[in-house]
């Protein structure tokens, strides 16, 4: 029987379908090394939100659930606050999350450290103001027909849960997000002094910010 050999055209597409083939396998190795050992930052946050999601799953599953909120003193009133934003912290994005000294001196100056009418009728730590009269609420003693109430919750921790909501989404923070986004990626504690003056919205008091960043020092919050 004749052996079958090959025409030169026929050796010449086999030569030139084994060497894209060659390429195209060095491509991808180059690929999956680049992106094991420098990942982009998609890769990063994509894998970080996974872990993240089964961390939260993880943890629902042993029972996580909502701390109890319970205090007797200014320092009490710390650990109770802190608590509540670790638990908030597991259902939150990490970039969404806002530095538990902020919320803890926020709520201390707010609520009087927990001692306010509001704080103990109403659950409200950081009297927010709404004028939906659908939303629970309570008028402050003084002005009984004002039309706006402070908001009630149902638990103080959601009183915390809504200030996340509220700095992460309002308009007015835009520069409170963006110096945080910018912390975030380039140093390793939180500098106050340049992010607490972004919440100057939050009171009409004009001596707000230095009010928040002499609690925070002060009391050094965690």
Not at 45 to 62: G, P, S, T, Y
Not at 103 to 126: D, Q
Request: glycine share 6%; net charge neutral; hydrophobic share 40%.
């Amino acid at each position: 029987m004749k052996r079958q050999t090959m025409k030169g055209t026929d050796w010449q597409k086999v030569k030139r379908i084994t060497a894209i083939g060659a390429i195209y396998i060095l491509v991808v190795i180059a690929a999956f090394g680049t992106g094991t050992f420098n990942p982009n930052e998609w890769t990063l946050n994509k894998l970080k939100d996974q872990i993240e999601e089964k961390f939260v799953k993880r943890a629902i599953n042993l029972g996580l659930h909502e701390p109890e909120f319970v205090f007797n003193d200014d320092d009490t009133f710390i650990i109770a606050v802190n608590k509540c934003v670790d638990y908030l912290n597991f259902t939150t994005k990490h970039e969404d999350r806002i530095p538990s000294a902020l919320l803890i001196a926020m709520a201390g100056v707010e609520s009087g450290w927990g001692t306010s009418r509001f704080a103990k009728e109403g659950n409200a730590l950081f009297g927010v103001r709404t004028w939906d009269e659908k939303v629970p609420q309570m008028k402050p003693l003084d002005l009984p027909d004002a039309k706006f109430g402070v908001k009630t919750y149902i638990t103080k921790c959601q009183s915390v849960a809504d200030v996340i909501a509220i700095l992460n989404r309002h308009p007015a923070y835009e520069e409170f997000r963006l110096e945080r986004s910018r912390q975030l990626g380039f140093v390793d504690e939180w500098n106050y002094d340049e992010l607490v003056p972004h919440i100057a919205p939050w009171s009409t008091n004009e001596n707000y910010v230095a009010i928040i960043l002499d609690t925070i020092k002060a009391r050094q919050l965690p």
